[in-house]
């Protein structure tokens, strides 16, 4: 049994041909998709975040919304650019999302990826401490984050506080016991992977990678969901670790299908450079059902994965997000063994 969730960038755009012309659109209807999403049987809600762009950011009023309004399917992100990120407030935020949610709250966070703009994380308020990269800072502020998930009590009470306190030092309210286990780092390469290992985090493996072998990035990322396992072993770390990774996959059911998407399959990874560093980026699937269950058959890092992420294009609406989504569940996954 695999579990599957839906992945949404959350794009609008006021573009007549778009569904989301609004950010008021895209919020009310990632709510209605999640709701539909977990009538369907699927197991997971997850939200991109960027910020600086006509997409999904501020994740925790979107995300308590919707815990408001379900009562079984996983909700998440994929992922929160802890660059941008207080983690004192992030705490509490998330803390309270979780607690509407009944502690359905997965996490993920990350360094980051490209910005629309340079540097944006400045215009929040945080800069790196000197000699450090904004890759470092993003992992420093992950560490503070995870420790405050912990629970334990740091901050000295006031002498004449407004209210009683209990006794010993305080911690950030509300807490959410549980949350901790829940959090991801979104790996794009081997060693980022074996760091979130070593910290206790699930796994989250995008759609992009870090090329560090020059095979198909389905090997590499399978190998890399290994070294993570293995590095989650060797720290001693209790029980399984969650890994995910995400696919853009369509099933071809009807003539609207074949319209949008008859001839987006494509049959190899492509390699480029981002970020000064060469990356794969995997192929999408798009096939009559029969067809995907064949393709799929080979991708050795869903078979590696617990937890697959289906991207959707937000932008066709809510009821053909759930059409591409059931097709998935009823006319695919039972075919692989994943239902």
């Known amino acids: 049994m695999k579990k599957i969730g839906f992945l949404s960038f959350g794009h609008w755009n006021p573009s007549?041909?778009?569904?989301?012309?609004?950010?008021?659109?895209?919020?009310?209807?990632?709510?209605?998709?999640?709701?539909?999403?977990?009538?369907?049987?699927a197991d997971g809600a997850y939200f991109r975040v960027h910020h600086f762009a006509q997409q999904l950011?501020?994740?925790?009023?979107?995300?308590?919304?919707?815990?408001?309004?379900?009562?079984?399917?996983?909700?998440?992100?994929?992922?929160?650019?802890?660059?941008?990120?207080?983690?004192?407030?992030?705490?509490?935020?998330?803390?309270?999302?979780?607690?509407?949610a009944g502690g359905r709250l997965q996490l993920g966070i990350s360094r980051g990826s490209a910005e629309q703009v340079v540097d944006g994380w400045r215009y929040f308020g945080y800069q790196p401490?000197?000699?450090?990269?904004?890759?470092?800072?993003?992992?420093?502020?992950?560490?503070?984050?995870?420790?405050?998930?912990?629970?334990?009590?740091?901050?000295?009470?006031?002498?004449?506080?407004?209210?009683?306190?209990?006794?010993?030092?305080?911690?950030?309210?509300?807490?959410?016991?549980?949350l901790r286990k829940r959090i991801w780092w979104g790996a794009a390469s081997n060693a980022t992977a074996v760091w979130a290992a070593q910290r206790g985090m699930n796994l989250q493996s995008s759609t992009l990678k870090v090329d560090e072998s020059g095979k198909p990035l389905h090997v590499q990322q399978a190998e890399q969901l290994r070294?993570?396992?293995?590095?989650?072993?060797?720290?001693?770390?209790?029980?399984?670790?969650?890994?995910?990774?995400?696919?853009?996959?369509?099933?071809?059911?009807?003539?609207?299908?074949?319209?949008?998407?008859?001839?987006?399959?494509?049959?190899?990874?492509?390699?480029?450079?981002?970020?000064?560093?060469?990356?794969?980026?995997?192929?999408?699937?798009?096939?009559?059902?029969?067809?995907?269950?064949?393709q799929l058959r080979g991708d050795e890092a869903i078979a590696e994965a617990d937890t697959l992420l289906l991207t959707i294009p937000n932008q066709l609406g809510v009821d053909y997000n759930v059409h591409l989504i059931e097709s998935i569940l009823k006319d695919v996954a039972p075919g692989l063994g994943w239902r």
């Open 16 to 41: 007549p041909h778009s569904a989301t012309r609004s950010a008021s659109d895209v919020l009310l209807q990632s709510i209605d998709l999640a709701v539909a999403a977990e009538e369907l049987g």
């Open 57 to 100: 950011a501020s994740p925790f009023p979107l995300l308590s919304a919707i815990g408001a309004k379900t009562s079984t399917i996983e909700i998440g992100t994929g992922v929160i650019d802890m660059r941008y990120e207080n983690p004192f407030y992030m705490a509490e935020d998330a803390g309270a999302a979780d607690l509407i």
């Open 129 to 178: 401490d000197e000699g450090k990269t904004d890759a470092d800072m993003a992992r420093t502020h992950t560490e503070v984050f995870l420790n405050l998930l912990e629970g334990q009590g740091f901050a000295q009470p006031s002498a004449r506080p407004m209210f009683p306190n209990p006794p010993g030092l305080l911690r950030i309210e509300p807490h959410s016991e549980g």
């Open 227 to 294: 070294v993570f396992k293995n590095a989650w072993k060797e720290a001693g770390n209790a029980g399984e670790p969650r890994t995910s990774v995400s696919r853009s996959i369509f099933a071809l059911v009807n003539d609207q299908d074949r319209a949008y998407f008859g001839r987006s399959g494509e049959q190899q990874d492509q390699f480029g450079h981002i970020h000064n560093f060469r990356a794969v980026f995997g192929r999408s699937y798009a096939a009559e059902p029969d067809q995907l269950i064949e």
